[in-house]
């Protein structure tokens, strides 16, 4: 298992475009997390998937970011009608949610996909 | 509500000399507390955790961190501080009862040779 991918790693869109992130977690992760941090800052909280179901999604997270996990596998983000305000990277992560597991409570996180609006 | 605080954003120690990266928290319930590491154009990775047991807990890398329930403090440490050990430090919590992971700002360590 070569851990959390992410792609692509860096895109860069002009205002108003749309686009696309895609993870594929550890495969035996049930639960998948997205992120954003922009410079200078802490990871924050986007939204989070148990299997395919999309447990939690944060209340800054605009109507134009839709996430989704279809077969519970990979993960993909997509934020519609790109603002300047949008770029930073936005971080994918994983973790066993099953208690009692070998890194249970532990999220691995991917590199990364950068983003830049122009 | 969870919140993280990570006082300063920089630390700059010596090599060799002992280093500490201050997180204090808040959390209703008992906290699940971690630090990850991020170096330039990487992801996080993971260093150590408090889950329960033992205040002090020892992680990659020769790092350790001392729980401190009546201070609300999750202090990072290393005895002897390496150059490589520069990077940006995140501390982070979760109650036990939620899935949600919180982030401090994070704190730069500079160590120099």
């Known amino acids: 298992d070569t851990g959390v991918s992410q792609d692509p790693r860096h895109k860069i869109t002009k205002r108003g475009q749309n686009v696309t992130f895609r993870c594929d977690p550890i495969s035996e992760h049930n639960r998948l997390y997205w992120y954003r941090q922009t410079l200078g800052q802490g990871p924050e909280f986007l939204t989070y998937?148990?299997?395919?179901?999309?447990?939690?999604k944060s209340r800054l997270l605009s109507d134009r970011f839709s996430a989704e996990r279809p077969k519970g596998s990979f993960s993909t983000l997509e934020i519609q009608r790109t603002e300047q305000g949008d770029s930073a990277m936005y971080l994918c992560?994983?973790?066993?949610?099953?208690?009692?597991?070998?890194?249970?409570?532990?999220?691995?996180f991917g590199a990364g996909s950068r983003l830049t609006v122009l | 509500a969870q919140s993280v605080a990570q006082p300063e954003d920089q630390v700059n120690v010596a090599e060799g000399n002992p280093l500490t990266v201050k997180c204090t928290y808040s959390v209703s319930g008992n906290p699940y507390l971690f630090w990850y590491v991020q170096y330039p154009n990487r992801g996080l990775q993971f260093l150590l955790k408090y889950i329960t047991g033992d205040n002090l807990v020892k992680g990659s890398y020769g790092f350790e961190a001392e729980f401190n329930k009546s201070q609300t403090s999750f202090h990072l440490k290393k005895p002897s501080a390496l150059v490589s050990d520069s990077a940006l430090y995140f501390c982070a919590v979760r109650s036990y009862n939620t899935d949600k992971l919180i982030f401090g700002t994070g704190t730069r360590l500079q160590v120099f040779p």
């Open positions: 992560a994983s973790i066993d949610g099953l208690a009692g597991r070998p890194g249970a409570n532990v999220l691995t």
């Open positions: 998937f148990q299997n395919e179901a999309q447990l939690e």
